[in-house]
């Protein structure tokens, strides 16, 4: 193994795995030989108990002793550490085989920034997923990255993946556990790097303790961070939905109140629907926040729009937009007043007086956000320029 600009780190992130790592890193060097890799071997020890370190040590590894704990610690350490202009990680529980990496390198080869690999197209051995990863976790956070993300990966998780390491090392990779995997895949869709998947093979790891991986907790991490880095799909859409919901359902209830009766819509669905157009405005707000913050900081890429709209807004702007609202709010609020009055402050009939309460309510409201919203967005760019 060359000790000096190889061409490729194969990176094992180890905890414990003193029973797989003699194969893991023979398969591994045995690959280097059959096809002539100037390469190393790379375990990233994070805090292992047993002899996992000297194991690899004496089978021809490199070892770097990682502290912070966790899986996706672990591997932005090793890939930090890594000699190689490619890097290929995976499991060291052997579980994938690293004597089989062609299809990787090939592609590695080929310019391609990020190569997947896919066990549902290569192969899962009888028991070397559990049912409820292979036929829910999986499929459905993968879909979920497709669709949110818009690449042409299908599967998310997979733990053998290769890639070039100074594109990787400039992504900023910054989550410490098992959601590493997710990051990776969307930060390098954002940044449009060539992505590409192999197919490739799951076998039973050779482990003989529970995995470290666990089912809900790591899947909710996950599926935490996919909406995290997508204000569309964390706030945008649901803002928007709400909005359009609550408009139809005021909009309903007021110009066909006979067939809203009919349906049972009355004055107590109309005060949803307003609450309903109260939330989706906040939501809006928050994503413009959320999408703001994200290009402000590197993490997500500008986008032309918004930064047009960002240069002509100013919170004085915004105030007085949100004035303006709470201004026609008032107006609604006081004509229920005069209404009121009119009765001399009897008892009135819900159904007459509902319409204009909620349009008070609304408009007061979502004005009073969009005020606060402004001088959010001023923190937001006093902040951003220190």
Same mark, same amino acid.
């Given at each position: ?66 502290? !912070? ?6 591997? %932005? *350490?090793? #890939?930090?550490?890594? $000699?190689? =202009?490619? &890097? ?90 098992? !959601? ?6 969307? %930060? *390098?869709? #954002?940044?449009?790097? $060539?992505? =590409?998947? &192999? ?188």
């Amino acid at each position: 193994m060359a000790e000096a600009d190889p061409e490729l780190s194969i990176l094992m992130p180890c905890l414990n795995e003193s029973r797989t790592l003699p194969v893991c890193i023979s398969k591994a060097l045995a690959f280097f030989r059959d096809h002539g890799i100037n390469g190393e071997v790379l375990i990233a020890d994070n805090g292992s108990t047993d002899d996992s370190r000297s194991v690899a040590e004496q089978h021809g590894a490199r070892v770097i002793a990682v502290a !912070e704990r966790g899986y996706g610690a672990a591997l %932005k *350490a090793g #890939i930090a550490s890594a $000699r190689g =202009t490619y &890097v290929i990680m995976g499991d060291a529980d052997d579980s994938y085989n690293f004597a089989d990496l062609e299809p990787f390198i090939i592609r590695l080869r080929e310019n391609y920034d990020l190569v997947m690999g896919n066990r549902f197209k290569g192969g899962i051995q009888d028991g070397a997923m559990p049912f409820l990863h292979k036929y829910l976790g999986n499929p459905v956070l993968s879909a979920i990255g497709r669709i949110m993300y818009n690449v042409k990966v299908g599967d998310f998780h997979c733990g053998l993946r290769g890639f070039n390491r100074q594109k990787i090392m400039a992504l900023n990779l910054t989550t410490d556990g098992m !959601e590493f995997a997710s990051e990776m895949v969307v %930060k *390098a869709t #954002i940044n449009h790097l $060539r992505i =590409t998947e &192999v197919p490739t093979t799951l076998s039973v790891d050779g482990r003989d303790r529970e995995p470290h991986l666990r089912t809900w907790r790591d899947g909710w991490r996950h599926l935490r961070f996919l909406l995290m880095l997508s204000p569309r799909w964390l706030f945008l859409y649901p803002g928007l939905l709400l909005m359009l919901a609550g408009i139809a359902i005021i909009a309903g209830i007021e110009t066909a109140l006979p067939l809203a009766r009919r349906l049972g819509l009355g004055p107590q669905t109309m005060l949803y629907g307003g609450a309903a157009i109260i939330l989706g405005h906040l939501l809006l707000g928050m994503s413009l926040v959320a999408r703001t913050l994200g290009s402000r900081f590197g993490v997500l890429k500008e986008k032309p729009h918004l930064e047009k709209l960002w240069r002509s807004f100013t919170v004085e702007r915004g105030i007085a937009l949100g004035f303006c609202l709470m201004i026609l709010g008032l107006y609604f609020a006081f004509r229920s007043l005069d209404h009121w009055a009119s009765l001399n402050y009897s008892a009135q009939n819900l159904e007459e007086t509902i319409g204009t309460v909620v349009y008070a309510i609304i408009f007061i409201v979502t004005g009073a956000q969009s005020v606060a919203l402004s001088f959010y967005f001023n923190v937001i760019d006093f902040y951003s320029k220190k």
